[in-house]
């Protein structure tokens, strides 16, 4: 009998620890993970330089109010803003209270120049930008809002229906929001001439530009952020996921016309930027966005794209498409997923479901070639034996 209430459809299985791209389970099995919580654990499972990260900080401090400063998240900010287009960082906890925040800031700026009017956020049919009420609404998702009543305050456009998106923009649209690379959504990846038309249509309209890169950031994409290759500058960036390596962390980035909006009193989070959480921030920004780690992660993922797509030609009656960037992989079935995935896991590899039958793969960021390998060997099996 369980105490957890039912909101989670669980596998019956549960890890004792994990190491690189490695999970262990409480009956002795090990799996290859391939989903890294969801994006989360860009460097795998107990890197050496977090667990000593957590362990030096653990020793000096963990929490302080944001009453104080707190140099630890200034030195975040810092990096992540020297990294981009942002000129400032609040951070948070999670990825749905980064997008929330992304929406607060894109509001407000709108009320300090005298449009308190200008609220309403664009968005893409069936997106994901997390769980929160205003969120789940963002996303608009029948699935996710049912039974919960209603906020207001978002408009839909269909992915790639350009048409439909210029014309759902009004006298009171704040914002676009969208996710770069969709992840839930099924791994759509936004073309670049696409971004840049989105910045076009924008800076033409005089709305803001927010970009959700909370599962295609931090790396992910084989670029620090994924809207970098386009050469795009959106207004408000949230992050979350792979900044904390596993430590909750959530941040949004923004430019310095619309952090004019945030003055003090308008935003807060108890834990938001606390020591502990910035110190790992901290580590998991050096590691990750160094050239030669980028690089790596490019490599990986054009080797993984060539064999899938040698796999996708062996069995093309099974798999349909191979999408994404980076080491964010969907393989696009042509049937129902869950049996595939089913059969992954009880061949030792981890993976997760994505939209429009996708079965997603998110390996750590520093995965290795030779897990790769082992990895296409099992999908291969798999495919040879659903047939
Ligand atoms: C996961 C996700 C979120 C929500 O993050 P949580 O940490 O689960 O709240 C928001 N946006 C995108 C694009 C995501 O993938």
Redesign the pocket.
């Known amino acids: 009998m369980s105490y957890l209430a039912k909101n989670y459809n669980r596998k019956k299985i549960a890890f004792k620890h994990g190491k690189g791209s490695y999970l262990f389970s409480t009956d002795g099995k090990k799996y290859l993970d391939m989903l890294s919580g969801?994006?989360v654990n860009s460097l795998g499972h107990a890197h050496p330089k977090l667990v000593k990260t957590i362990r030096d900080q653990s020793k000096k401090l963990w929490h302080v109010s944001n009453a104080f400063e707190i140099p630890e998240g200034e030195k975040l900010a810092k990096k992540l803003c020297q990294k981009s287009f942002a000129d400032y960082v609040i951070f948070q906890n999670?990825?749905?209270?980064?997008?929330e925040a992304a929406i607060k800031v894109a509001r407000r700026y709108f009320y300090s120049i005298g449009k308190p009017n200008k609220t309403r956020i664009l968005c893409i049919k069936n997106s994901?930008?997390?769980?929160t009420l205003a969120?789940i609404f963002a996303s608009g998702s029948k699935k996710m809002t049912e039974g919960f009543g209603y906020v207001g305050g978002f408009d839909h456009f269909d992915f790639g229906d350009h048409k439909s998106l210029k014309k759902k923009i009004n006298k009171n649209t704040a914002a676009i929001m969208v996710?770069t690379v969709l992840?839930?959504g099924g791994i759509k990846v936004i073309p670049d001439w696409c971004l840049k038309e989105l910045r076009k249509l924008c800076d033409k309209k005089k709305i803001l530009l927010i970009l959700?890169e909370?599962?295609?950031g931090v790396g992910r994409s084989g670029d620090f952020f994924a809207f970098e290759k386009s050469k795009v500058k959106p207004d408000i960036v949230?992050i979350?996921?792979g900044i904390g390596g596993g430590f909750p962390i959530?941040a949004v980035l923004m430019n310095k016309k619309v952090a004019s909006g945030m003055t003090p009193g308008t935003h807060g989070s108890t834990f938001g930027g606390n020591p502990l959480a910035m110190a790992v921030g901290n580590t998991v920004m050096d590691i990750v966005s160094t050239k030669k780690f980028l690089n790596n992660v490019k490599k990986s993922s054009k080797f993984f794209f060539s064999k899938l797509n040698k796999l996708k030609e062996k069995y093309p009656s099974i798999i349909k498409e191979i999408r994404g960037r980076g080491l964010l992989i969907g393989i696009q079935l042509y049937t129902d997923q869950t049996k595939f995935i089913k059969k992954l896991m009880d061949n030792k590899l981890l993976t997760i479901r994505a939209a429009e039958n996708v079965v997603r793969i998110l390996p750590p960021l520093n995965v290795k070639i030779k897990e790769i390998d082992l990895a296409l060997k099992i999908i291969d099996k798999v495919c040879s034996e659903i047939t």
């Not at 999670?94 to 997008?99: F, L």
């Not at 994901?128 to 769980?131: D, K, S, T, V, Y």
């Open positions: 969801i994006a999670s990825g749905a209270e980064a997008t994901f930008h997390g769980r969120t996710e992840g839930e959700d909370v599962q295609c949230p979350a996921k959530g």
